[in-house]
């Protein structure tokens, strides 16, 4: 049952910002659960919210359905948008992010409901079609409804790729902050045999850049894996191998614990730039925040469900990149990650084990079942 609306999600080449109709699919079938729908279209964003029961606690599903393009269509063995089944793999673009994940949970709340007419509170689902991307008309709109609507939520499940080598293997309690910037630094244009008459961006900046590059921001701590500085593009010059550049430009990102903030980060790259005496400038990005969740009910369950259904222990983790749950957590909801092993996401032949896909929908449930019965 998961396998088949995996499969059939995957069909739908929902490259961001484009849902290319994922959640009206999941929408009717919710619908026939006795869930109620709201879309929630924000500009070229489709958002979804479908709730079954009322009053609190409020237990939500956090997915998206969108998915990173699939590239040359020759790189892969089988074509993206088409999912295939080998070697008890699913293959195809979004199977292990995320659309094995929004296909489980939409599969364990339905096995829910039919079979556990006593419970309580508000079982729900959020699905955004803008993860993927800048993620301003996304989940961030959603929760503008919410509070209009004085809805809160209690307990958040993310279905992002938390597993490293088997399924519930690493759940992650959290991420780091991501901090993104464009660098421009402007010289003097010149012919290289006469430096002395030009200024070369390149040469200038190296000095500053080598020095934010090695720096040890932190040491990280039980939580959170110790900051660090990427250079992500360089781009200058013309082409000429005898042509002085008049400007360089470089594209860098920080993944930082919350030793640091947004400002502090800032104010310290700047207080280098400054100490090198470039002539620069500088254009930030959106600021991802971290966030946390060190303990509470929705942590344990989740971990005792994983060790009941695999008999081991998840490692509990908020390495890797950043999630939607940043958005939720300020709210004061408990977020927690458990998805699918994340190993072949964003690359070519995107693939899950398909009996992961029963795994975590059973997951799903029995976490469903412990909280909301």
């Not at 929902?14 to 709201?38: H, M, N, Y």
Request: hydrophobic share 35%; aromatic share 6%.
């Amino acid at each position: 049952m998961t396998l088949a609306l995996t499969k059939d999600l995957i069909s739908r080449p929902s490259v961001t910002p484009d849902d290319a109709g994922c959640q009206q699919l999941i929408a009717e079938r919710l619908e026939k659960s006795g869930f109620k729908v709201t879309h929630l279209p924000r500009e070229d964003v489709d958002n979804l919210w479908a709730t079954h029961g009322e009053g609190s606690p409020v237990f939500t599903f956090l997915g998206h359905t969108d998915v990173v393009p699939g590239g040359a269509e020759t790189d892969w063995d089988s074509a993206p948008f088409q999912p295939e089944e080998r070697n008890g793999y699913l293959y195809g673009r979004g199977a292990a992010d995320m659309k094995g994940s929004v296909a489980a949970m939409v599969t364990a709340m339905e096995r829910f409901i039919a079979t556990n007419g006593a419970r309580r509170g508000t079982i729900s689902i959020l699905l955004t079609s803008d993860e993927e991307g800048i993620a301003v008309n996304g989940t961030k709109k959603v929760l503008e409804h919410l509070k209009d609507n004085n809805v809160k939520i209690d307990w958040c499940l993310v279905g992002e790729p938390s597993s490293r080598d088997a399924i519930g293997d690493t759940i992650k309690n959290g991420r780091r902050g991501s901090l993104s910037g464009v660098l421009t630094v402007s010289g003097v244009q010149g012919h290289v045999a006469y430096p002395a008459l030009a200024k070369n961006p390149i040469h200038l900046v190296s000095p500053a850049l080598a020095e934010l590059c090695r720096r040890v921001w932190d040491e990280g701590d039980a939580h959170y894996s110790p900051t660090s500085f990427q250079v992500s593009n360089i781009q200058a010059g013309t082409g000429a191998e005898n042509v002085i550049p008049a400007s360089i430009q470089i594209s860098f990102n920080l993944r930082f614990s919350n030793e640091w903030t947004e400002q502090t980060l800032k104010e310290e790259i700047e207080r280098v730039l400054q100490q090198h005496e470039l002539d620069y400038a500088l254009a930030w990005r959106p600021c991802s925040q971290p966030f946390l969740t060190k303990s509470g009910k929705l942590l344990e369950t989740v971990r005792r469900v994983v060790a009941d259904i695999t008999n081991v222990t998840p490692e509990v983790s908020t390495a890797g990149g950043t999630s939607d749950g940043r958005f939720i957590a300020p709210t004061g909801a408990e977020v927690v990650e458990l998805g699918p092993v994340n190993a072949t996401i964003h690359k070519v032949n995107e693939r899950v084990r398909i009996a992961d896909l029963e795994t975590l929908s059973t997951m799903y449930e029995a976490i469903l079942k412990r909280l909301m019965t």
